[in-house]
Every structure is written in C-alpha cells, then in structure tokens.
C-alpha cells in the first residue's frame, strides 16, 4: 500500500535540498526553520540528507568528464547527449570507413549495449544476438528519421520508426532495438528528410531489392554496417 | 549567459541530489551514476536548458524523475544489466515506501509515475507537485485519486 512517512504540512525532501542548497527565499527560509524546531521527524530526514551528500557530494562525485561512453542507456526525455555528438563526430572508425552518407548535414551514430554494458558503436562494429542499439541523430535543422536494416538473410526491418527530431547534435532515438539471432553483415538504413516519411514502403523496397528506391525530394540516406556474430 | 563553468558548479554543489534520487529510484549504483553522468553532460551541450529556472534544484528533480521514468520502463529485456544497491534500506518505513513505489513504476502511466514518485518518495505536497508539473493542486489531488485507485485495481490484478 502506497503511504508517506511524513505528512504533507512537514518539509519535503525538494524543500530541504533547497533549503541546503540556499536556494528558498527569506520567506521561504524563515518558514522552513520555524517549522525544522518544532518538528520530530524533519530534522531527522534534514540530517538523513546532509549524511547522504557528505558521502557522495562535492569531491567525491564521479568525473564529470573523461568518461568514455555511458553503460547503461535508455531514452532521454529532451535531453542531448554531448559525448555522443562529440565521439560519432570526431572518433576514427576501428575497421571500417565512416556511414555513407548520400547528401546533407546530418549524422547517424549509434550504441550498443550488450553483456558487457554500453559502448559507442563504430562501422563495422561487432554485435551478438541479444545486444541492443540505440540511435543518435545530429542534424543542423528540425528532421525526421526513419531506420530501416536489411541482415545477412535478406530480410529488411524497421528498427525505429519514423520521428521528428530537433536540430541538435547526438540526439537519443527513444526506442531501442534488440538484435535478433540472425548472423553475418547487415545494413542499417537512416533515411532522413525534412518531412515525415513513411517507413514501410522503404522497408519493402529494401526486402524486394536489397536498395531503397529513389528518395522524395529533402531526404537523405546514411548506411552503416554492422557484423553479427555469435 | 549560463556557461560551462556554471554547469560545472552545479554539478559540485547539485550532483548529490541527482545521485541521490537516481539510486533510490532505479535501485542500481550503475545506472544512478549513468543517469547523473548523462543529465549533466546533457546540460553542458544545452547549457540554455537552465535559462531562467531559478530553482534548479527543483529542475534537477523534474530531469531525474522523468530520466529514471524512461530507464523503468525501458528495463524488460535488459534486467541481467541490472545490479543492486545493498538491501538493508528496505526494512525502515521509507524504505519499504520505495520498495513498494518503485514495484509500480513501470507500470505507472505518465503522469501518475511522476505524481507517484514525488508524493511518496520525495513527500512533497501537492501545491510542491502543481508547481513541478505546471498544473493546479487541484488538477494533483485527482491524480492522487487515479493513483490510489491503479493502484488498488493493480495489486488486485497482480495477485491473481
């Protein structure tokens, strides 16, 4: 069952970091001091925090920067990712020549999650059955993307479908993609236009042709290949 | 004009809270410190995300709930990924809230997750939460209700 500690005329934990951080108005403050001394329970949870932030705060924060690639991944909700942006701009590619890129400004980069954690992903980069990509976009103006793969057995899927992305560099895709069991090289397919885009067409195409067809007018496509293996 | 100084700072005098709450929510040291890592590296490619929040403090909380709300839900499938934090939190009154809490969140629709999240384990008020989520305290106490309710018709359905 689904309860509080303490009520809601006492602080609650927003209020005292705010309170920590001198953040509350004169008036604001005032209140919540008045209310600390005649409490039982605040100047405990105060304390609780206080212990909390002189054990992990300040100092003892993990480096902001110099971290290489994050482990763990999951959607950002509006939030850009700037090492993504700055890696899938700047980071050699380990075996393979950058994404092919047909025309525009915008770039597709990628991670992979697997038994291991959460690494950048490179072309030709080495993924297993299980592992999961997540996609970024950096593009110079609002677009919109669809990724399309085609695996080592022909068949073509829609890894994410299509979504409006704000300009901005290494933007997180919201929908991850687990990989099936299916080895050998695949193609992975970001079409990207200035309008939406309908997904499925292009996949048939891919499946039928191994190609897409002739794109509309403002799109583009990036290709990067990924090895499967076991 | 906030710079990436200023970020830095934030990061020092702020970074406990995110931390904080990121392990309390997502029950994995791991994933807490990816998710800190992630919101400030975020706020130094977009620096403007802070022009004109006065309170960050109260930014930092909306970010990391809504960023540990995605990490939930997008957990089925990864769970091996997952490694915990140790246990002994669950056996005080606040610890046993956030077990219960966190058992619902994936589950949870938006917006009743983030109601959830800072009415029982931030313990805030609903005039706090009108004011996090930029609606009426009035609009807070029917989520609370819808809430109570999910939750009601949730343990029912769970058990069976």
Same mark, same amino acid.
């Given at each position: ?33 008045? =209310? ?18 002189a ?14 690639? %994050? ?12 090492v993504?942006?700055?890696v ?14 047909t025309?525009g ?17 490179a072309?030709?980069?080495?993924v =297993?059955?299980?592992?999961?990509l ?8 609002? @677009?919109h ?14 890894? =994410? ?9 290494? @933007?997180?895709l %919201? ?40 794109? %509309? ?7 990067v @290949? ?5 | ?22 392990r309390e ?22 620096p ?62 938006s ?31 029917d ?15 769970y058990?069976?």
């Amino acid at each position: 069952m689904l309860s509080r500690t303490r009520s809601e005329d006492c602080l609650s934990d927003l209020r005292l970091d705010e309170l920590s951080a001198g953040e509350l108005t004169e008036s604001e403050r005032t209140e919540a001091l008045a =209310h600390l001394d005649g409490c039982e329970l605040c100047p405990e949870r105060l304390a609780a925090l206080d212990g909390t932030r002189a054990r992990i705060g300040g100092s003892k924060l993990p480096p902001l920067r110099g971290r290489s690639a %994050p482990r763990r991944w999951g959607p950002a909700l509006g939030v850009a990712v700037a090492v993504a942006a700055v890696v899938s701009f700047f980071v050699v590619p380990r075996r393979a020549p950058p994404p092919t890129r047909t025309k525009g400004v915008s770039q597709l980069g990628f991670f992979v999650t697997g038994a291991e954690g959460t690494r950048i992903g490179a072309p030709g980069e080495t993924v =297993h059955p299980g592992d999961t990509l997540t996609f970024t976009v950096s593009a110079a103006a609002p @677009t919109h993307v669809a990724i399309l793969s085609r695996d080592g057995a022909g068949k073509a899927s829609v890894y =994410h479908p299509e979504i409006a992305v704000a300009a901005g560099r290494g @933007t997180l895709l %919201p929908t991850a993609t687990l990989l099936d069991g299916t080895l050998g090289s695949e193609r992975i397919v970001a079409v990207i236009c200035d309008a939406a885009v309908e997904a499925e067409p292009l996949r048939a195409a891919l499946a039928a042709r191994g190609e897409l067809p002739p794109l %509309p007018e403002g799109c583009h496509a990036e290709t990067v @290949t990924i090895e499967k293996v076991e | 004009m906030i710079g990436e100084r200023d970020i830095d700072r934030l990061y020092r005098e702020l970074g406990h809270v995110v931390l904080r709450r990121a392990r309390e929510l997502l029950r994995s040291d791991t994933e807490a410190r990816d998710a800190l890592h992630e919101i400030f590296v975020g706020l130094l490619a977009r620096p403007e995300q802070l022009d004109g929040v006065v309170k960050r403090t109260g930014w930092l909380y909306r970010v990391t709930t809504n960023h540990c709300l995605n990490q939930i839900r997008n957990r089925d499938g990864r769970e091996r990924l997952l490694r915990s934090v140790p246990r002994d939190e669950e056996t005080s009154p606040r610890g046993e809230n956030l077990a219960t809490v966190r058992g619902l969140l994936a589950r949870l629709p938006s917006p009743l997750a983030e109601v959830a999240v800072y009415y029982y384990v931030d313990e805030m008020s609903q005039e706090e939460i009108a004011g996090m989520l930029g609606c009426s305290r009035r609009h807070v106490g029917d989520l609370l209700v819808r809430l109570a309710k999910w939750s009601k018709s949730d343990a029912v359905a769970y058990a069976k």
